[in-house]
């Protein structure tokens, strides 16, 4: 596996063991509330499944509409 061009980090594998490594670590110092992520991880799952699937049927405007309008967040009416 090569790393990602101007990433010294390789993408991939290396990416679900971080994953696996950070939680553990919040486990083991008793930082994970297992009823929130049993509550959670339905959700999680069936989105990150279905959610490609939407995205990649999507006219490629309207998605980077939505990501931009996500990554903006609300307005702010406070400006005056």
Not at 29 to 39: F, L, M, P, S, T
Not at 48 to 62: D, K, N, T
Request: aromatic fraction near 8%; charged fraction near 10%; proline fraction near 8%.
């Amino acid at each position: 596996m090569r790393p990602a061009a101007g990433n010294r980090y390789f993408v991939g594998d290396n990416h679900v063991y971080r994953v696996v490594v950070g939680a553990r670590a919040h486990h083991l110092r008793g930082a994970v509330d297992w009823n929130i992520v049993r509550v959670l991880a339905p959700g999680l799952v069936v989105g990150s499944l279905i959610g490609p699937q939407i995205a990649s049927a999507m006219p490629m405007r309207v998605l980077a509409f939505l990501v931009g309008a996500a990554l903006s967040g609300p307005p702010d009416f406070a400006c005056s």
